[in-house]
């Protein structure tokens, strides 16, 4: 059985980090890219960041470059996503996902998708 769990969401004063974790099982972890996604109330989903597993290339919506971090522990499974300089506008539940999508950010060509986790920025 395929699990995503998503982990590491709060509350976090504008300024501040916080460190998601998506721990993959019950696929073969190289054969996938894995990407972040948020969605706000009231908002589409939208990519935030992805990794492909097999080469560790990555990727960046603009509105997060040089604030948002991803990175694989393929030993473990798990893809993190270190988020520094937090604004508000980041809050939002974020999702992970794998698959083979067409592109980074293709939301509907994820397979597979964890619960989510809630990240809220206060200002």
């Known amino acids: 059985e395929v699990q995503l769990v998503e982990s590491g969401g709060g509350l976090v004063q504008a300024g501040g980090s916080l460190r998601l974790s998506c721990a993959a099982s019950g696929f073969t972890f190289d054969d996938y890219a894995i990407g972040w996604f948020r969605q706000a109330p009231g908002k589409e989903r939208e990519g935030v960041s992805a990794i492909s597993s097999s080469d560790g290339r990555t990727f960046y919506a603009d509105s997060v470059k040089g604030r948002f971090t991803i990175s694989s522990d393929n030993a473990k499974n798990t893809v993190y996503l270190q988020m520094n300089s937090l604004k508000p506008e980041d809050t939002a539940v974020y999702y992970c996902?794998?698959?083979?999508?067409?592109?980074?950010?293709?939301?509907?060509?994820?397979?597979?998708w964890g619960q989510g986790t809630q990240v809220t920025v206060s200002s």
């Open positions: 996902a794998a698959g083979e999508p067409l592109s980074w950010d293709a939301v509907g060509t994820y397979d597979y």
